[in-house]
């Protein structure tokens, strides 16, 4: 075993040596382990978020045979986000607070190494929404770890052994972690999470073998702070791309909000190394209630494309502007050559909570497509392609309407038409692939919040099932990007909190909440197979070879804003049926849990 | 302190109408007291350990007086669990359960707005409302009111600064009077479970960094109780506003359908207005009828 997996980073570093030589494009361990599809190197697997692999071992034919090789206990019984990686011989599974990484061999499935990280149990209450982590990175021989209170660890993939450590941010103001940090090249970039808090959202690039901060660039504030260039820094303007100016984001906030003003960057972030540019998505304005801070608020609720080495931004795409409905804008970034109108395009699609899936060019930044991407979404009739601005149906806009009104059914939910549950992109088809959810809310203003020993008058949001006859809470669906339209659609009873998989065994794969691990074709959507897991799934679903036999796995551990946030959000028993029948139904399918599964065929 | 003292004297007013409504109420009451207190052992409490004046874990906030008066009323121990009053409070407290005994691990918030969506609600022991606490040097000398502070010169509110918590209503007070630019902001809540309000505000008067700041009436009148000499701290109370709601009730939260429960507190409330009064007022809450 060891002196295989010896023989395994001799290899890799001799081709680490060679691709240095040559123009290095990622991290040289990376690419290389990225390179091979027995890997799983990356949460998505490559740079550009496609959660794709080209093993088809596993396919249309043999689904239906799946069968349980492995599976492994976290030691956590709360919400299991991301993935584990597997490179080599070796799979890296982590676990949410407090953040365990174990390294296990996969041979025989017995720990190589144990990293259990001592953290504050005071960070916990600081969590919004479970006390998850979306997983690790690799590169340059080091696993990668952010833990909740925001401390970024490198570890040495072989031994467990810390190799540096930096702080990212102070739990004492409400910073903390929950995102995946991203290895790109030579740097490992990382988040922040605590919008509930004021925090001023950022992303920073840290050196991959010294922890040395390269860049940090802060989402609203001044252009210094922000890494943008009045005069560079393009952004969608009349139909065309122009320059954001002097004071972009200062001058659509009201005195010193913007340093409370949130835009966190929590997501999953796409690299291009062609382009040399890093694409994230920043969160919503900070805790302000909506008509305390007028203005735009950039740029929070923005797409954000900056060049990799130096952290400037290129361009900017903010998709919901002063926004009223919590829709963070942190999404994946998926990077896809698309054919559109004969031409093939580099396009970044995106899949926002606000409900549109957008394309741009991801070279340029010019809008192409925005389209609802479930038909239920109403908070806006429209994006206007000139401007990108979505178009408020004052109906469904809280504040715009009189003050002393609910505003019904609004759609989508706070939660979004999708949140981080990752989507899939489908080379084959041209399709993404993507997990969804159906809920709508209603806004009562004049509900009386409490907060650190302040009452206010704030507003009360109710989830309820989206239009349609069985109260389905969710939708899997099949997306073709240069349409902006929906190619097929499977209805789940709850929404789809997991990411998907798809396979050149034209395959896709992705769990749902009551614990189903679902295999559908990735042409018509078609049920292939399922297996109910122990607990509901919001982790994403990951593939890997090893001994030449394809393997599929998925965390299984409900938790998370679905589980226990979307819960307690919606307990107040006075409500109906609605969303509060229909999550409180969670409970009769599933329980807590947090276990890694792993299928694979049975022998021929 | 002048305007505090006209803020204590509107209390008293407050307090006859109070007592006489509730009076009513214990009258109404028939269901003998005995019940709630024979199947609980100890009246347990879920707080915040560190929200000075409302509680803290020495006991020291006039929700820790109210509910020793509560417990040794009902006969019972007092017991407290403590979380942060932030987000999760109610999640992590009044609904969560103790393992492996499944019981939950407490049963009464001591104050809660009236009325509450997360929780179910006594009847309202309190009322008071948001007040600019200011200190009275230089212009802000003559001022004895929020809108004397309008009336101003320009030059002088130009130079203002006023601390102020996001997600309360100063920042509509100060957005609809175009004073935002003045405003010195601080979140909603702090990530840190020692920083509160009330520290956060006393420091930036301690070292200068404010001028006034608007803060929830038992904070304000705490503060000026604590640091009023020393720090020239006065406290003018906001009155009824069309469009900005600057008063609140405060009641005590129970669970939802217990209902018992609620009914033993809301004898208590109605027969002990008095006491809960006169433990207020000692933490110079300014209240309103």
């Known amino acids: 075993m060891r002196n295989k997996h010896r023989a395994i980073f001799r290899t890799v570093v001799l081709a680490a040596a060679a691709a240095a030589a040559a123009a290095a494009f990622g991290d040289a361990d990376l690419d290389q382990a990225m390179s091979s599809p027995s890997n799983w190197a990356s949460q998505a697997g490559d740079y550009a978020n496609h959660r794709h692999s080209t093993l088809n071992q596993i396919n249309e034919g043999n689904v239906d045979k799946l069968q349980l090789a492995w599976s492994m206990s976290t030691g956590v019984l709360r919400g299991h986000e991301g993935s584990p990686l597997v490179i080599g011989d070796t799979l890296y599974m982590h676990s949410p607070f407090p953040n365990n990484v174990y390294a296990i061999n996969l041979k025989d499935q017995t720990f190589k190494w144990k990293y259990e990280p001592r953290q504050d149990e005071a960070v916990v209450p600081v969590m919004c929404c479970d006390t998850v982590n979306r997983g690790l990175a690799y590169g340059d021989g080091k696993i990668f770890l952010q833990q909740a209170d925001t401390t970024l660890v490198a570890l040495d993939a072989q031994t467990g052994k810390v190799v540096w450590s930096v702080k990212n941010g102070n739990p004492k103001i409400g910073e903390t972690n929950t995102n995946a940090p991203h290895v790109f090249k030579n740097l490992v970039i990382t988040g922040i999470s605590g919008g509930e808090f004021g925090v001023r959202g950022r992303l920073t690039a840290y050196d991959l073998k010294t922890g040395r901060v390269v860049w940090k660039a802060w989402s609203t504030g001044p252009d210094e702070d922000m890494l943008i260039d009045p005069k560079k820094t393009l952004t969608w303007t009349n139909g065309r791309m122009r320059p954001v100016g002097k004071d972009s984001s200062l001058k659509t906030w009201q005195g010193d909000q913007w340093k409370l003003g949130g835009g966190t960057t929590w997501g999953w972030y796409a690299y291009d190394p062609k382009l040399n540019l890093v694409y994230y998505g920043s969160g919503n304005p900070g805790t302000w209630n909506p008509h305390q801070r007028p203005g735009d608020n950039k740029w929070s609720m923005t797409i954000f494309a900056r060049d990799l080495d130096t952290g400037m931004a290129k361009w900017v795409f903010q998709m919901t502007p002063h926004d009223q409905w919590d829709y963070d804008g942190i999404n994946e970034m998926v990077l896809a050559d698309i054919k559109m109108d004969g031409k093939t395009v580099p396009a970044l699609v995106h899949f926002d909570r606000n409900g549109f899936g957008y394309t741009l060019n991801r070279d340029t930044g010019a809008l192409l497509v925005a389209q609802k991407y479930d038909p239920a979404v109403n908070w806006a009739t429209k994006v206007d392609m000139k401007t990108g601005r979505p178009q408020v149906d004052p109906k469904h806009a809280p504040g715009v309407t009189a003050e002393d009104v609910d505003v019904k059914g609004i759609c989508p939910a706070a939660l979004g038409s999708k949140d981080e549950q990752p989507s899939s992109y489908d080379p084959s088809t041209g399709y993404l692939l993507v997990p969804t959810n159906h809920v709508c809310m209603t806004y009562e203003p004049f509900k009386v919040e409490y907060t650190a020993g302040q009452p206010y008058v704030g507003a009360t949001l109710t989830m309820f099932p989206g239009p349609n006859e069985n109260g389905d809470m969710g939708n899997f669906i099949a997306w073709d990007p240069a349409q902006g339209k929906i190619v097929w659609s499977d209805p789940e009873r709850f929404s789809v909190w997991s990411g998907a998989l798809t396979t050149d065994g034209g395959v896709t794969f992705y769990g749902t909440l009551e614990g189903y691990l679902k295999a559908v074709s990735t042409k018509d959507g078609h049920l292939l197979w399922k297996a109910k897991l122990p607990s509901g799934i919001i982790g994403n679903v990951f593939t890997y070879e090893y001994g030449g036999k394809q393997y599929l796995g998925v965390y299984s551990g409900i938790g998370g804003w679905a589980g226990i946030g979307m819960a307690a959000g919606l307990t107040d028993p006075t409500a109906g049926l609605g969303a509060v029948g229909g999550y409180k139904d969670l409970a009769h399918f599933t329980n807590l849990g947090g276990t890694l599964f792993v299928f694979t065929l049975p022998q021929a | ?289």
């Open chain 2, 1 to 289: 302190m002048r305007s505090a003292r006209a803020g204590l004297k509107g209390m008293a007013a407050a307090l006859t109408a109070i007592s006489f409504l509730s009076g009513a109420g214990a009258l109404a009451a028939t269901t003998p007291q005995r019940t709630a207190s024979t199947n609980r052992d100890a009246l347990r409490v879920c707080a915040d350990a560190n929200n000075l004046p409302q509680s803290n874990s020495q006991g020291e906030g006039y929700e820790n007086k109210i509910a020793e008066a509560l417990a040794h009323d009902l006969g019972l121990k007092l017991e407290y669990t403590y979380f942060p009053q932030r987000i999760g409070f109610v999640r992590n407290t009044l609904r969560a359960k103790e393992e492996p005994s499944g019981r939950f691990k407490c049963d009464v918030i001591m104050g809660v707005p009236y009325p509450y969506e997360l929780t179910a609600t006594t009847h309202p022991y309190m009322h008071s409302t948001y007040a600019l606490v200011y200190r009275a040097q230089g212009a802000l000398a003559s001022i004895e009111s929020p809108a004397d502070l309008l009336k101003l010169p320009a030059s002088d509110r130009a130079t203002l600064r006023i601390g102020l918590f996001a997600l309360t209503p100063a920042a509509d007070w100060v957005l609809r009077h175009g004073l935002i630019g003045r405003a010195v902001l601080y979140p909603a809540q702090s990530g840190d479970p020692k920083v509160t309000a009330l520290s956060t505000v006393e420091a930036d008067f301690a070292a200068g960094r404010i001028d006034a700041a608007i803060l929830w009436g038992p904070i304000a009148g705490y503060l000026v109780s604590r640091r009023g000499r020393e720090d020239h701290l006065r406290l003018a109370p906001f009155g009824a506003d069309p469009t900005i709601r600057f008063d609140y009730a405060i009641a005590m939260g129970v669970r939802f359908g217990e209902n018992d429960w609620k009914s033993t507190l809301d004898r208590w409330i109605a027969e002990h207005r008095s006491d809960i009064d006169r433990i207020l007022t000692g933490y110079h809450v300014p209240l309103l009828p």
